[in-house]
């Protein structure tokens, strides 16, 4: 599945993933939606030409800040204006229907975010001008991200899904009326009778009728709530899903409450087998992890650090580890996202070695004491084979004694792995690395901290090295963490490129220019 957008760079338009106007639709309509002010009829005349290049639709549109707005024509002279500075030739007629029509059914994803009441409207005036106006606009729809802000834009736009959508998600929940949540939500079960995954973003207001309204959805598999605190609230009326095998909850910045443990520790959700959630880390939340380890097979634990009135209280790892442990056998994904501790050691490492099924490892950790080095990652992955993610972000003064070396480590050990992510010390300029013998086979990205560490790993007597290594594994992509735009006209990384597979280099700015849109 692909997704492409169009962007103006040095004059000429190119295509890149950050626009998010997706490929799809301007593949059906002819039409692309470009604020006036930043191209001119020339512009608008390659862009054309770009169109009709592309070969095939996405089958994942990101409709981002585009609203409805490939209904505008590249190369119509007569334009009107609206609120946003973006400019609209008329509302779809019976022949853009029909175009539209034949790849419509190839749609299978769509993102859409700050529609406009005049899109929505032009959208539906047009929309009774089809051939069949009572078919849903994308019948093949399976998943949809969308935006709302009242009921208007709930009406325009829920007759376009087809009842057989399996997943979606909506964003900004706080920015719709209570009122115009309830119709919503009342509406999705007999407007969506296969609906599996419903996710509220931004919905913070702790409301039992939410709850019920939720409980409803009896198909559901994943529930979806990442800025609402599981209390009795909301963890009662979900306990009675009976397929419920997700639960993703936060209530950022606050952990999950004590309440909706306790509804976890009673045996509540029998199915559950992926646990998303903000913890305190503390001896109650490990307590937690014990008991529904003698209940439940969970499988995904992702697990954030949340706050006490604003503060991070050290999460003490070697106990979360040891709690995590138990769960072993099925455990298959384990993330630990942005963990404040006075220190990890080693003892974390080898307690974690024990899940030897894990597939999916994401450390990231702020500390102030590391004792993890190399010789210690090495051990983490010679017990797990099956590994294909590896992250471990341990950031920390004195910067952690983790090298290349730990990349070799991780290649011999783990054949299938596909990711890998470190913080990495300046000493492994010193590793003889053009005599270390790699077989990796398995095309993988890689991620090595920040600008600064690249700093660190290639200076500029080193960087043909580190170019000799990157050269003989199958990299796909290198993905930085934090290096915006520039990394370009970073000199030492220009010397790295120069050595490392020419393939690789359109991967390379192909995720710096991403940016941070998943």
Known sequence: ???????????KITPHPILFVPELLLK??????????????????????ACKSWHGPALVVKWMHADFRPLISVAAPLRRSEDLGFTFRRPPRAEDWRRFDKIAPLVHSLLMRATSDICISLLSSGFRTRKDPSSPLLPNLR????????EDDINGVI??????????????VN???????????????????TLSTLGLHGATLVDLELGRTIARLSHLRTVDL??????????????ELPCLETLRVGGRPHAIGQVGMGTLMSGAFPKLIELVAHFLFDHTTFFLLNEIASTHSIKTLEM????????????????????????????????????????ISANVTQTLSACSNLEYLDLNVVTSVTQVTDIDVEHLVKHLPRLEHLGMYIESDPTPQLTLQ??????????????????ADATSAKLPITRTPLHHNTPFTLNIGSRDSWRELCPIDSTQAVGALLATLPIIAIEPVCWGLGIASWKPWREVERVIPSCVRPAIMAKTLRGYDQ
């Open 143 to 150: 998943a949809v991200t969308i935006e709302l802000t009242d």
């Open 304 to 343: 954030t650090h949340g706050e006490v009135a604003g503060v991070k209280v050290p999460a003490d790892l070697e106990a979360a580890a040891g709690a995590i442990a138990l769960h072993r056998t099925a455990l298959r994904c384990l993330a630990l996202h942005s963990v404040l501790a006075d220190r």
């Open 406 to 423: 730990s990349l070799v480590s991780a290649l011999h050990h783990c054949p299938r792995l596909k990711f890998l992510g470190l913080w």
């Open 175 to 193: 920015n719709l009326h209570t009122k115009d949540l309830a119709t919503l939500l009342e509406r999705i079960p007999s407007q969506f009778c």
């Open 159 to 172: 007759p376009f899904f087809p009842s057989s959508l399996q997943h979606l998600t909506i964003l900004n």
């Open 28 to 49: 059906i309509f002819n039409y692309l939606c470009i604020p006036t002010k930043l191209l001119n009829l020339d512009d608008i005349d390659s862009a054309s030409l």
């Open 226 to 239: 990442p800025d609402m605190l599981l209390c009795s609230a909301i963890a009662a009326p979900l306990s």
């Open 1 to 11: 599945m692909s997704t492409f957008a169009l962007g103006s760079v040095g004059g």
